[in-house]
C-alpha cells in the first residue's frame, strides 16, 4: 500500500473509530437508515493527526423554515456542521490563550493583538461521501453484457437508481482516479446529485442518461417540497478554498486565512476530475485577491474504507433505508457533545422551540457571543465603547468588519455570479447578550 492511500485509510479509521465511541444518541438506526459523517482532522508537524470537530448530517431547512434570530441551524449537511465546530474549537482555543491558558493550535501576539497558526499545523477535511452538488456528477461506464450480472444498484441524492461504479484500483495512488478498462466498458450515463441549479444558471436537461446534468453550474441544496437558500457543499467548499475554512469572524482576529491541505473522502463513487472541476478549477481565473488570499488547491484522496453508515451499504441491505433526521455535533472541546434535528437541540418541545435551550452551540448567535467574548478580551473597554450597551451591531455588520475575507469572497462572487446570497434580514440579528429574551 502507498503512502496516499496509507494516510487517507489513517484519517477515515480515525474519523469512525470516534464515531463508534460516540453514544448511540443521534445515530441512524441500524439498517434502516444512513447518514453522511465528516471530520476536520488536524496534523501537527510531528504527523500526529487529532480530530477537532466531528459531525453527521444529510438535511437542510426549505426557505420557510428558516429563522431570522441566527438561533437555528439552515444547513445540517455533515462537511457545513463539520466546519461550524472547527470555527468553535478555534474559538476556544483564542480564549484559552486569552485566559492565560496553553493552546497547541494557536499563537497569540501580545503587541499586534491576532492570532496565528503554530508552525506547521495543517488541517484536513474528512467526508464519508463527494458532496453534493457539481463535484456528484461525474461518468459511470455500463458494464458489458457478459458483466451485467455483478451490476448493483444503488441511488443519489433523490433516490433514483444507479449502476454502482466500478471501483478505483486501490492498489494505484489514490490522489489520481483509475478508470475501468474502455474495451469492457461504454459511456451511458452519468451520477446524479439531487442539488438543483440556481435560478439564472443554465438548467439541467434531465433527459436520460449521460446529459441529465450540466457541469460546472452552481447549486442549492434539495429540500422537501419547499425550496432551500443554502449552497451545495460542491460550491462551498469552493468558497473555502480562496476564503479558508475560519469564517468572517474570526478572520477578524487571525492573522492569514486557514486553508484545508487535504479532501480525503470514504470509499465511494468518486472521481477526482470531477472534484478538482467542482472545488478549484471553477475559480482558477478569479484575480485580484487581498495579500494573505490565494486559490487553495487540496491533495484529494480516496480511501478504501467506507462508513458503517453509508448510503450505499445501508440500501445495499434494505433498499427502502431512508436518510437519519438527525446530526451529532461533536469538536475538542471538554464535555462538548450535542444532537440535533431540523436545526435545533433534540428534543426540544413545541412550547420551548424559540427559547435560548433549544439553540445548537454552533448556531449563528452562539458563535457571535464567543466571537464578541474574545473581542472584548482583546480590546477591552474600546470594544465595549465601539458596540455601546444600546447600539450594538448586528451579525452582518460584524461580519462586514473583516475587510480582506469580504473582498475574497466578493472576488468569488464575480465568478459565482448567480450564488444565491441569503437576505440580509436573516443576518441582521443583535447579539442576545444585549437584549432581553
Not at 466571537?371 to 473597554?381: D, Y
Request: proline fraction near 5%; include cysteine.
Amino acid at each position: 500500500m502507498d503512502s496516499y492511500s496509507k494516510f487517507s485509510d489513517k484519517v477515515s479509521e480515525l474519523c469512525y473509530e470516534k464515531f463508534k465511541t460516540l453514544p448511540k444518541r443521534g445515530k441512524p438506526q441500524i439498517n434502516k437508515e444512513w447518514t453522511l459523517l465528516a471530520a476536520v482532522v488536524m496534523e501537527y508537524p510531528t504527523q500526529t493527526l487529532k480530530i477537532v470537530s466531528l459531525t453527521t448530517g444529510t438535511k437542510c431547512l426549505g426557505y420557510s423554515e428558516l429563522s431570522d434570530k441566527g438561533d437555528v441551524i439552515f444547513d445540517s449537511h455533515a462537511e457545513v456542521l463539520a466546519r461550524r465546530g472547527f470555527i468553535k474549537f478555534m474559538m476556544y482555543h483564542m480564549l484559552s490563550l486569552l485566559q492565560k491558558k496553553d493552546s497547541d493550535v494557536l499563537h497569540f501576539d501580545e503587541m499586534q493583538r491576532n492570532f496565528t497558526l503554530k508552525s506547521g499545523i495543517k488541517f484536513h477535511l474528512f467526508i464519508s461521501h463527494v458532496p453534493c452538488g457539481d463535484a456528484a456528477i461525474f461518468p459511470k461506464h455500463s458494464v458489458t453484457k457478459q458483466n451485467q450480472s455483478t451490476e448493483e444498484q444503488h441511488r443519489n441524492d433523490d433516490g433514483e437508481s444507479y449502476p454502482k461504479k466500478l471501483k478505483p484500483d486501490l492498489s494505484n495512488d489514490l490522489n489520481i482516479y483509475s478508470e475501468p478498462d474502455s474495451s469492457l466498458c461504454t459511456l451511458s450515463d452519468i451520477h446524479r446529485t439531487g442539488a438543483k441549479c440556481v435560478e439564472g444558471e443554465n438548467q439541467d436537461p434531465k433527459v436520460p442518461g449521460k446529459d441529465f446534468h450540466i457541469t460546472g453550474v452552481l447549486r442549492t441544496k434539495p429540500g422537501r417540497g419547499d425550496p432551500t437558500w443554502s449552497m451545495s457543499c460542491s460550491d462551498k467548499i469552493a468558497l473555502w478554498n480562496i476564503c479558508g475554512i475560519q469564517g468572517a469572524l474570526l478572520s477578524c482576529f487571525l492573522t492569514y486565512p486557514i486553508y484545508l491541505s487535504s479532501l480525503i473522502f470514504g470509499q465511494c463513487p468518486f472521481d477526482v476530475k470531477a472534484l478538482q472541476r467542482a472545488v478549484v478549477e471553477r475559480l482558477s481565473s478569479l484575480t485580484f485577491l487581498p495579500p494573505q488570499y490565494h486559490i487553495n488547491r487540496p491533495a484529494i484522496f480516496l480511501s478504501s474504507l467506507e462508513f458503517e453508515y453509508s448510503k450505499n451499504k445501508m440500501l445495499k441491505i434494505d433498499p427502502t433505508a431512508a436518510p437519519c433526521p438527525t446530526s451529532i455535533i461533536w469538536c475538542d472541546i471538554p464535555n462538548f457533545l450535542e444532537v440535533s434535528v431540523n436545526g435545533r437541540k433534540q428534543g426540544i418541545t413545541k412550547k420551548n422551540i424559540n427559547k435560548p435551550t433549544s439553540r445548537i452551540s454552533i448556531c449563528k448567535i452562539l458563535l457571535l457571543e464567543k466571537f464578541l467574548e474574545i473581542r472584548n478580551l482583546l480590546h477591552g473597554n474600546e470594544a465595549e465603547l465601539e458596540m455601546g450597551t444600546e447600539n450594538s451591531l448586528t451579525y452582518l455588520e460584524y461580519k462586514q468588519m473583516a475587510k480582506s475575507y469580504q473582498e475574497a469572497k466578493l472576488a468569488v462572487w464575480k465568478i459565482f455570479d448567480k450564488w444565491k446570497k441569503k437576505p440580509d434580514h436573516l443576518q441582521n440579528f443583535l447579539p442576545f447578550l444585549n437584549k432581553k429574551e
